[in-house]
């Protein structure tokens, strides 16, 4: 499945890739920059584990659309980020990592994903020039750095490396809505909000012993576009 998982990507890069070229040659491609307050959440499907707390975090990277007309009102939204998510997880005795699971653990989980959205984004203009936007589409993540505090009765221990405890590869649903609107000849700035619903098990449920455990987040969008 990984491979295939990675297949997909790489083909997926590829046609980005040609389609960057196409759109370049026309100056169809708008690039930008963001940085996105984000709440992340991860949601246990079964019992035995609990969330206590979700976790602030920051997602930042580029932004490209590619037009697929002249008017900009339609597009192919994509681009590259990171993302540092994590939640705060608490397993009864028998679930959670080996080295843990003799009783009740408590897990504050730090993981950093390199992510690509990929998604259909709408555009309507206004009499004053503010646009109006929204996207729908997915992503893939791929985690790049993993930490936990384990905190029990019989251990307290910090920045314990998980990284190989989290399933490699991450995707889900991305719905997204704002505003644009222009600050110049080429720049305008952007606000908006996201919703994301992963579909992949963030945690290997081989190592966790714990089912089905989806990462999820609301995002507040900030960008510029040049």
């Known amino acids: 499945m990984r491979k295939i998982f990675l297949m997909a990507c790489l083909f997926l890069m590829v046609m980005v890739a040609r389609a960057q070229n196409n759109f370049m040659s026309d100056n169809r491609v708008r690039l930008g920059f963001k940085l996105d307050p984000t709440f ?10 609990e969330r206590n707390a979700s976790r602030f975090g920051v997602s930042f990277g580029l932004m490209a659309d590619f037009l697929l007309d002249e008017s900009g009102r339609y597009a192919v939204a994509s681009g590259l980020q990171i993302s540092t998510t994590g939640s705060t997880l608490k397993y009864v005795a028998d679930k959670g990592l080996d080295d843990y699971k003799q009783v009740p653990t408590e897990y504050k989980l730090k993981v950093t994903y390199v992510e690509i959205p990929l998604a259909i984004k709408l555009k309507t203009d206004t009499d004053n020039g503010m646009g109006i936007w929204g996207q729908f589409g997915t992503y893939l993540g791929f985690p790049v750095k993993g930490r936990a505090d384990v905190v029990s009765l019989s251990v307290n221990q910090d920045k314990v ?8 590869i991450n995707i889900g649903l991305q719905v997204g809505a704002g505003v644009e609107y222009p600050l110049g000849d080429r720049l305008s700035g952007l606000v908006g909000l996201t ?3 992963g579909f992949i098990d963030a945690t290997r449920n081989g190592k966790w012993s714990d089912g089905k455990v989806n990462m999820n987040s609301f995002a507040i969008n900030l960008g510029l576009f040049f």
């Not at 992340?40 to 584990?49: H, T």
């Open 161 to 168: 490396n998980v990284l190989r405890d989290i399933t490699p």
């Open 40 to 49: 992340f959440w991860l949601q246990p499907q079964e019992s035995g584990v």
């Open 195 to 197: 919703y994301r619903n």
